[in-house]
């Protein structure tokens, strides 16, 4: 990577990326409502919105894209974006939504060992306009 620090001058950093670092998960398996609004994972278990909303995140206190994340049965799904932690759905919280940073974004929602929902949404330059 080389950063400009002014038009004449620029440092160069190279980074070493692990194999399989930079892969996507495989979402081949996933179905789409007939609307194509929704985003049924393989397992069955979720489903996600497919075009994202803008709403204020609270968290960051700025307008964002979101898509919203459902469970889709009274199973205890742990939820993360791009390896974070966000929160848990069961039968008392069955839906979240969930706020995308710039770029690509993997959502996972994990049935303890048994299997992980994937949903890869873009969230742009991560930010939006409210209207």
């Given at each position: 990577?080389?950063?400009?620090?002014?038009?004449?001058?620029?440092?160069?950093?190279?980074f070493t990326v692990q194999p399989?670092?930079?892969?996507?998960?495989?979402?081949?398996?996933?179905?789409?409502?007939?609307?194509?609004?929704?985003?049924?994972?393989?397992?069955?278990?979720?489903?996600?919105?497919?075009?994202?909303?803008?709403?204020?995140?609270?968290?960051?206190?700025?307008?964002?894209?979101?898509?919203?994340?459902?469970?889709?049965?009274?199973?205890?799904?742990?939820?993360?974006?791009?390896?974070?932690?966000?929160?848990?759905?069961?039968?008392?919280?069955?839906?979240?939504?969930?706020?995308?940073?710039?770029?690509?974004?993997?959502?996972?929602?994990?049935?303890?060992?048994?299997?992980?929902?994937?949903?890869?949404?873009?969230?742009?330059?991560?930010?939006?306009?409210?209207?």
């Open positions: 990577m080389v950063v400009a620090l002014s038009k004449k001058k620029a440092d160069n950093y190279a399989g670092m930079c892969t996507l998960p495989d979402t081949s398996g996933n179905t789409f409502s007939a609307d194509g609004t929704l985003e049924y994972a393989a397992s069955g278990k979720s489903y996600a919105t497919v075009q994202p909303g803008c709403a204020l995140n609270p968290g960051a206190g700025r307008a964002q894209p979101y898509v919203n994340l459902f469970d889709n049965g009274s199973y205890m799904l742990n939820v993360s974006v791009n390896g974070v932690p966000l929160t848990q759905l069961s039968a008392s919280r069955p839906h979240t939504p969930v706020f995308l940073s710039a770029g690509q974004n993997v959502i996972s929602a994990a049935n303890g060992s048994l299997s992980i929902d994937y949903y890869i949404r873009d969230g742009g330059d991560g930010s939006c306009i409210l209207p």
